[in-house]
């Protein structure tokens, strides 16, 4: 990083070699969207951000933050409010779901 504060950085699409790019150029936490679901998570914090309602409950144990409400109708205004707490809580300490599992 040349500057401090908020950094942000692209990756290629794939799941190991974005999230792993992402750590070793000094992410601290990496918000992961996803619409299929995936297990896997690097060497922070990989926050999993389910795309669609279906995903976030049928893999519950992986997801951390189901953003598919918004395409139910959802407030726009409250869910950004939710996630951007819970981001500050896993930047504060709080361990994401993956981590939780080992």
Known sequence: ??????NLLSAPGNDLVASTALAVSGAQLVLFTTGRGTPFA???????????????????KWIDFNAGVLAEDADMEKETKALFDYVVEVAS?????????G
Not at 1 to 6: F, R, T, Y
Not at 51 to 60: G, I, Q, R, T, V
């Open 1 to 6: 990083m040349k500057e401090s504060g908020l």
């Open 42 to 60: 690097t060497l922070v914090p990989t926050m999993k951000i389910a795309s669609n309602s279906a995903l976030a409950e049928k893999k519950a």
């Open 93 to 101: 300490g709080r361990y994401v779901r993956s981590e939780v599992a």
